[in-house]
């Protein structure tokens, strides 16, 4: 078979990928896309997307049991965890054809099969009729990355479970273990513990959620254990012993090891980059425990290849891949665009209470030499929380004591997801503690807590 010949070949057609290939044909360039599996990768598939759908139908269900709080009755409340699944999926495919329609509307090739780079500039594609031979000037890798598996925690999909088992569970767990406490971990922990599943959450380090500032993590595990959880820090699973319906758990904590049973169990400890069969090692590409190393543009040091998303540097979020897609793009395109900052790429968690967070923690400011000031504003202190009945929650800011700029932002409680975005804005156009508290924030908005956390860091706080 003849090689075709592109400007750019994007390898992966996840959120990094497809919008890397749409952002350079929007440049003019001649592009050509290599998807393994399914166009919008894992995000879109079997992560993101169909993951939010799962918590949606769990929030609904959570409201619903809350139904007299609001002055209404809803009896013999219940759920079907089937249809649960089944809207998930539709959600995940619906948007899935979405990116095939935008590959056609932006003139884009796909090339359906496994990819290897067998040498600089070339991609052998190999498909169900054949082998396809591909060459570009450019070449991006978006290829993302997969669940990491432990010895002896590895999954098998009937007892012990990944993030992919989950979203298509074959049965509702009466006793879950879940292993880590990262985002992945608690969204799931989330939402099983809300349809009812006895749930416990083992996490090694000293606390849940362990990236997020330690006040957050702190208020969502009071909440997570209010909700019936049971969380286990600084605690190690050794061993799994698997039965016909049982795992038994063999958990270190504090010296001591003990045995527990459970029905199911869902490893959640971390990724790794899909970095194999790729010929990356012949190319001179630098690996670091399975991810490229890329420097602030995501160039590999191979003339012409690019490394974006999962399989690079982290943090490791869709928003980050597809952010690095455009500047890549625009890169190639002759342009020359701001790197990312991973220091002011936000990360979302949707359990409940939801979590957000933009920038340093107080201690890693701290850490890093500055004099911060710190604001605080709780949820009970905003008229809409509370109507919404939602008071359970925190905005908190860090501040340089000495410029005024907002170094980091963390949040805990109802729609912080969304409310994130406006300390990431601030933070992108250099805002200063003097421009958001001269803002004026609508009222009555759960964005009002905002403004308030900033006063709070300045001695200025209204309605506390």
Known sequence: MAEKTFDVI???????????AIRAAQLGQKVAIVERENLGGICLNWGCIPTKALLRSAEVF???????DFGLKADKIGFDLDA????????AGQLSGGIGHLMKKNKITVVMGEATLPAKGKVSVKTDKGTEELAAKDIVLATGARARELPGLEADGDLVWTYRHALKPPRMPKKLLVIGSGAIGIEFASFFNTLGADTTVVEVLDRVLPVEDAEISAFAKKQF?????????????????????????HIESGGKTEKLDFDTVISAVG??????????????????????????????GVDGLYAIGDIAAPPWL?????????MVAELIAGQKPHPVKPESIAGCTYCQPQIASVGYTEAKAKELGYDIKVGRFPFIGNGKAIALG????MVKTVFDAKTGELLGAHMVGAEVTE???????????ETTEEELMNTVFPHPTLSEMMHESVLDAYGRVIHM
């Open 390 to 393: 939602e008071a359970e929650g």
């Open 225 to 249: 254990v209010k909700q019936g959880m049971t969380i286990m820090e600084k605690s190690t699973v050794k061993k799994l012993d698997r039965a016909k319906g049982k795992v038994t758990a």
């Open 10 to 20: 994007v390898v992966g057609a996840g959120p990094g990928g497809y919008v890397a």
């Open 62 to 68: 959570h409201l619903m049991e809350r139904a007299k």
């Open 419 to 429: 409310l994130i975005q406006g300390y990431i804005v601030g933070r992108t156009l």
């Open 318 to 326: 869709a928003h980050k891949a597809s952010h690095e897609g455009v």
């Open 84 to 91: 649960v699944v089944k809207r998930s999926r539709d959600v």
């Open 271 to 300: 990724i790794v980059g899909n970095v194999e069969g790729l010929g990356l090692e012949a190319l001179g590409v630098k690996l670091d425990r399975s991810h490229v190393v890329t420097d602030e543009y995501c160039r590999t």
